[in-house]
Structure formats: C-alpha cells, structure tokens
C-alpha cells in the first residue's frame, strides 16, 4: 500500500456526522492545510446536496411510500433507506419508521447491540435495524460519499481516525471499531472525542496555542454533544524545553446531552399546548422532539432568531387540517436550557439519585439528574488527586493534593458542542466554576476561544492522524482508565456465600495504544468446555496501580464493575468443566481497544477474551 496522501477524521456522533481530512504532502509544522468535506446527502426524495454534516438518522420508509430512484445516491442504484437531512426531516414526521441516537445504543449494555432493536417503539409491520447496523450505515455513506468526491484518492489508502466519547468502555470501542470495520475501513484509529477537540483547537491555532498556555496549566474539556456529556482533564507540563500534553483523567459515562434537551423543550411547548386545550398524544409528543431539536439548532446557531413555528402532524387522514401548531421561542430555550440543564450549585453538589420505579420501558438509561453543573462538581471532587503522579506539576495553582483543596482546579476550560453557541451557557458555566475556584482559594480559569464547536471533533481527528506522523503536538494519554479482571478466590463451599474475588490489574492507566502487558508469571485456572463468566472493573482514580497488581479490597468509589462477559471456551480434547492453568497477557490495539489472552502452559494455543458482548455478555475464541 502506498503512503495515504491524506489523514481523515471522521466524527460518528449522537445527532450529526462529520468528515474532516488534512492534506499530508502539503502541511508541515504548524501549517496544515485542512477541509471539511462537504456530503452528499438527500434532502428531499430525490434531492441531493451537500451539507458539512451528515445528520445521524436512518429512516426506514414503507415499501410503497416513495417512488422508484427518490432514495438513489450519486454512487448507487435504489436503496430502501436513507440516511442524513431527509432522513432527519422526513421521520420528524413519522417518528415510528426513524433510528436516532444509535451511538448511545451501541454503548448500551442492557441490550443486545446485534438484534434487531432500532426504532425501539416501532409497530410489527416496521422493518428494525441494529444499533450496530445503523452505525455501519452512517460510517458507510461517508466513506462512499468520499469517494465520490475524491476518486483519485481511495478512502482505504487513507489514515482514518473515528471519534468515540472519552468514557466508552471497552466493550463500546471494540463495537466501534466492528462498525468501522463492517463499514469497510481497514485500518482505523480510534480517538477520545474531548481529545479531538483540544487537537482542533491547537490547530486552528497555528502555533499561538503555546502562548495561551503554560507549564502547569489543567484544562478541563467540557464536551456536551447529542448524547453524552464528556469530561475530561489534560495537563501541560514540559519536558527536555518543550511543552507536552498529558490527559489526565475523563469522567464516568454520562448519558445526558442534546437528546435531553430536545425532550425538556418538547414537555415545556406539550404543557403549553394543553393549556390552550390541545392535548398531543405520545405519538405527536415524539414528533414534537424532533421538531424542538430542529429549533434548537436554529436558535443556536442564529441569534437574530426569536422564534421558530413547530409543526406536527396528525396521523389521521386529515393531515393538515389535525396538524399542530405552534411555536418555540428564545426566552423558553434560554430559560430551560440554563436553568434546567447548568443550575448554579456549589462544588460539594453531587447528581441526584432518585429511587427507580419497579418496572420500566425498555430504553436508554439516561442520567436520573438533568443538571451537569452537578455532574462537573463530582468530577473534579473525585480528581483532586489526578495530578500527584505527574511530573512537573507539583507548585502548579491546578494542584490541590497540596492544599486543603476539596476538588481539582482547572485552570482553563475548553467548550465543545453545539450548546455552547449560546453565549449564556458559556457565562454560566464559567462563574460557577470560577465561583467554586474562589471560594476554595483558588485562581480563576480561563476561557479558550476559538474553537469550532460543530466541526472541532471532525477536524481534530483529521489532524491527529498528521500528529501521529511525527509533525505536531501530540496528547499523551493511552487507556483512560485502569483495568480489572475479577479472580475468584479457591475456598470450602459456605451455605448462603458467594466466594470472595480479588481484581487483578491487567491494563493500568495509561497504557498506550500499540503496546503489550505480560502479567507475571502468575497461573490462574481457566474452565473450558462450559459457560463461564468473566468479570471486569474499571478504575479513573487507581493510578498507581500496575500490571500483576491484586485487589482483595477496593471501595465503591475505588473501582467500577463493567459488562460481564459469558463465554464458553472450547475444550480442543479436554475434559467439559476442566481447569487449565493458564498466563494472562493484555494489550491495547493500535486502533484503541483492550484485548485479553489466556494462554494454556506448554501449548501454543491462545484463548482471546472478547471486550465486544451481546446484551452484556460477550465472547471469547480460540486463536
């Protein structure tokens, strides 16, 4: 294969898409020469253009509702879906036949992310796709859309670079990394999307960004996308005379964004609706969603905008004529958006748990609490320590394991997500963490201006695959966090008592992609030839810990147990339930994802344990 002529990066968000690419033969240094890739997409049946984002929707029409070549694409035939703007619109009308919001399905451990399950209220008579397949769709049409427009460049001899949120576990990346594959991406690289942000924002730089910071800077990424809202912390420290980045720690999964939003906006017009005598059923609530989303965006990205018309339509015959409508205004987007969704608290607010209703409907399981003032405030107070491992810190104003400190100080924060076009959002997140750093005796962070809050993860992961070539800043991290596998313990059985289970460290933090972990010579015993289960923890805080560390005790705050994985380990002429001794070996790939070998004493056979699982459980295979 010839040396790719362009790296690009590609963003497979919650609600929009994006491709980014950077020209390798003609940027160097601090000059890049970078492009958004305009899509072709449909808008209309039969209508193409080309839009900077693909809108992350599939819609899956009726056989007889459109006419033959209204869902064709420059670069094929007929198609029995479509995917971007028209999918986007075209199902704000019939919400029943439109897949949204896969990304935060394909990290859903409660379901099985290969069945059939998308849209998750569709009737019998609707065709269901996979979160999965719907992922495979999106990243699909964006490597045939490149083609299309760049023939002499095929996107398999490209550096591709696909964005993930910072707290994807492993199970979600190794998911990922199947989408693109399928997809038919080859070789890909997966980045932390917070990350990516902080890459655009150097970028756009050209050079300056070292002037904004310094040695002993922390900055907190704050990340709101569709779907999930991402934290993240990354140090500046310098080494041999030049400024280095190290990220530091990233926050839980939190599965609170835009899609939140758009329901709050949809329930304040459905109460406002009511109060003029018209009642929306669930149907039309759902399309209201979609019709708020549409608003948002627009009052968002356009402050000369008060007010945006809703139209829903009914679903009986007289379509016009049950239409409802009505309007969204500036005033109730600022009023619920910033009060609802960045209250003002203090540092020592932590997100609210409420008690669960015995029986629930299947769906995604979003944050119980809505406010990510309260979110922030538990991160950093569960950080205050992110730093004691690094060199170069100590001394810094962003070092509270050196004070009395209650919480982490950031001491510039860098805004990615659509949100944060609204100036009022950006205002209130700052005070309150500035009011959080001066009531703790610290000094005020900074805002970083200048990014691009639509594209900035496109364009960031484009130019990290021209940093991984050796000509740029690059950021530090590896894996985000420490990894576990539980080992139980060989002990007399005991009526009404599980047996105890200490965590072996088999990936600590940090670890970079690329590179291996062998375990100590340390055997453990592995049962083939019947259905087992493996254990897995992960850990933000536990930095200290190495490969081979064991855990016979850890706190709840310590460690976090992640999706089990059942397995059945092929026999290969042993015994069903046999006990072989086996060596433990990790390693993370150089696209991201952890991978763990059983590996038998005195053979060459190699058992991997697969991260990727069904419904929770997931697999292992015989190499």
């Excluded at 399928?182 to 999307?193: D, F, I, K, P, R």
Aim: aromatic content about 6%; glycine content about 10%; overall charge negative.
């Amino acid at each position: 294969m010839s040396e790719p002529r362009y790296s690009i990066g590609i963003d497979l968000g919650t609600t929009h898409s994006a491709l980014s690419y950077v020209d390798l033969a003609a940027s160097d240094g601090d000059k890049t020469t970078q492009h958004v890739m305009p899509i072709a997409q449909l808008t209309t049946p039969g209508a193409i253009a080309e839009l900077d984002l693909l809108p992350s929707f599939l819609y899956l029409p009726h056989a007889d509702e459109l006419k033959p070549g209204d869902l064709a694409l420059p670069w094929t035939g007929e198609r029995d879906f479509a995917v971007g703007e028209m999918a986007r619109s075209r199902g704000a009308g019939t919400p029943i036949r439109l897949v949204s919001s896969a990304k935060s399905w394909l990290c859903h451990p409660g379901v099985d992310r290969r069945a059939t399950i998308l849209p998750s209220d569709a009737p019998p008579e609707v065709a269901r796709v996979s979160p999965l397949d719907a992922s495979v769709r999106y990243l699909t049409h964006l490597r045939e859309a490149w083609n299309h427009a760049h023939p002499d460049a095929p996107f398999d001899q490209q550096h591709v670079t696909v964005t993930i949120p910072a707290s994807f576990d492993p199970a979600a990346r190794e998911l990922t990394a199947e989408a693109a594959s399928v997809a038919g991406y080859g070789a890909m690289t997966l980045l932390e999307e917070p990350q990516a942000a902080l890459y655009s924002w150097i970028e756009k730089s050209t050079g300056g960004w070292r002037k904004s910071v310094k040695v002993g800077d922390v900055i907190l990424v704050v990340d709101v996308g569709g779907g999930t809202t991402d934290l993240s912390l990354i140090a500046v420290i310098e080494r041999d005379g030049n400024l280095e980045l190290h990220r530091v720690a990233v926050g839980d999964h939190i599965l609170l964004g835009g899609d939140n939003m758009d329901l709050a906006l949809a329930h304040v017009v459905a109460r406002k609706l009511a109060s003029q005598g018209t009642q929306a059923d669930p149907w039309q609530l759902r399309a209201l969603t979609y019709a708020c989303r549409s608003a948002k965006e627009t009052l968002l990205s356009d402050p000369s905008v008060e007010t945006v018309p809703l139209v829903v339509p009914s679903r009986g015959s007289k379509l016009i004529g049950g239409s409802i409508r009505t309007e969204l205004t500036r005033a109730e987007l600022t009023q619920i958006i910033l009060e609802g969704f960045f209250p003002p608290v203090d540092s020592a607010a932590r997100p609210v748990s409420r008690a669960r209703t015995g029986l629930t409907q299947l769906g995604l399981p979003y944050a119980q609490d809505a406010g990510i003032t309260r979110h922030l405030a538990a991160f950093l107070g569960r950080q205050v320590g992110a730093l004691a491992e690094l060199d170069g810190m100590h001394g810094s104003s962003a070092a509270p394991f050196e004070t009395n400190s209650t919480f982490l100080h950031p001491t510039a924060v860098l805004f990615n997500g659509g949100v944060f076009k609204s100036p009022l959002l950006v205002e209130r997140l700052m005070t309150t963490l500035n009011g959080w750093l001066q009531a703790d005796g610290g000094e005020p962070a900074r805002l970083l201006e200048g990014a691009d809050l639509d594209l900035a993860v496109a364009r960031g992961a484009a130019y990290y695959g021209f940093v991984k070539r050796g000509r740029g800043v690059r950021i530090r991290g590896g894996t985000a966090r420490s990894y576990y596998v539980a080992i139980e313990s060989a002990m007399p059985a005991v009526p009404g008592m599980e047996p105890p289970v200490s965590a072996l460290c088999v990936a600590p933090f940090g670890m970079e992609e690329g590179t291996d972990a062998p375990l100590p010579e340390q055997e453990f015993g592995l049962v083939v030839g019947e259905p087992v289960r493996f254990r897995f923890f992960g850990s933000s805080v536990r930095r200290q810990d190495q490969v081979g560390t064991m855990l016979d005790y850890w706190s709840a705050d310590e460690l976090q147990e992640l999706d089990e994985i059942e397995a059945s380990l092929p026999a290969e002429g042993r015994g069903t339930g046999e006990v072989v001794p086996v060596r433990l070996h990790a390693r993370v790939t150089e696209a991201g994802t952890l991978e763990l070998e059983a590996i038998p004493r005195g053979t060459d056979e190699r058992w991997k344990v697969e991260f990727d699982v069904r419904g929770g459980a997931g697999g292992a295979s015989d190499m």
